[in-house]
Antibody, heavy 120, light 107 residues
Framework: EVQLVESGGGLVKPGGSLRLSCAAS????????LNWVRQTPGKGLEWVSY????????YYADSVKGRFTISRDNAKNSLYLQMNSLRAEDTAVYYC?????????????WGQGTLVTVSS | DIQMTQSPSSLSASVGDRVTITCRAS??????LAWFQQKPGKAPKSLIY???SLQSGVPSKFSGSGSGTDFTLTISSLQPEDFATYYC?????????FGQGTKLEIK
């Protein structure tokens, strides 16, 4: 069974940093691209970042470019999102998501999410 | 960025009804369109991918159609567990973008 489990969320002050993790199991992690998607009450669902299976391709939403860094450790079956210079508008539930197939695109499998709150 | 516009934003229906939700892309996305169901406090759950392909384990009461810019999600014979919020998403190109959601409520 495919499982994605996010962790690392919490309360952080504006300007602060946080590192999210996504632990994967039930599939060959190193073969799949992965995404981070966030959800806020005000703006709904927003794609945040993408990383290819080998980390050779990485994309970011304009709203986080230059502040967030996506990475992965295929030996540890883990995905990360380093978030710096956090702003109130980054407050959201953050999900990691995987496509159905290793050679496809999309976000078919999602974790349960981790809540990030940016507030003083 | 590709804009995704869903309609309606909310919908009231009765158990047993058949409902249709539409999604329009601001430019052609072929069939790179997914539909998700979300219940309060839960992660979105994928129902349909590639515009009309049913995810494994999803009941056949859910169906999707369309290509290019216009897409529909149809839910037949509504049951209490189907009342939720539904989102479309394009994954033709980055940044992936989502519709604003359709809240399906019990009449």
């Amino acid at each position: 069974e495919v499982q994605l489990v996010e962790s690392g969320g919490g309360l952080v002050k504006p300007g602060g940093s946080l590192r999210l993790s996504c632990a994967a199991s039930g599939f060959t992690f190193s073969r799949y691209s992965l995404n981070w998607v966030r959800q806020t009450p005000g703006k709904g669902l927003e794609w945040v970042s993408y990383i290819s299976s080998s980390s050779s391709s990485i994309y970011y939403a304009d709203s986080v470019k230059g502040r967030f860094t996506i990475s992965r450790d295929n030996a540890k079956n883990s995905l990360y999102l380093q978030m710096n210079s956090l702003r109130a508008e980054d407050t959201a539930v953050y999900y990691c998501a995987r496509p159905n197939y290793y050679d496809s695109s999309g976000t078919d499998y999602w974790g349960q999410g981790t809540l990030v709150t940016v507030s003083s | 960025d590709i804009q995704m516009t869903q309609s309606p934003s909310s919908l009231s229906a009765s158990v047993g009804d058949r409902v249709t939700i539409t999604c329009r892309a601001s430019q052609g996305i072929s069939t790179y369109l997914a539909w998700f169901q979300q219940k309060p406090g839960k992660a979105p759950k994928s129902l349909i991918y590639a515009a009309s392909s049913l995810q494994s384990g999803v009941p056949s009461k859910f169906s999707g159609s369309g290509s290019g810019t216009d897409f529909t999600l149809t839910i037949s014979s509504l049951q209490p567990e189907d009342f939720a919020t539904y989102y479309c998403q394009q994954y033709n190109s980055y940044p992936y973008t989502f519709g604003q959601g359709t809240k399906l409520e019990i009449k």
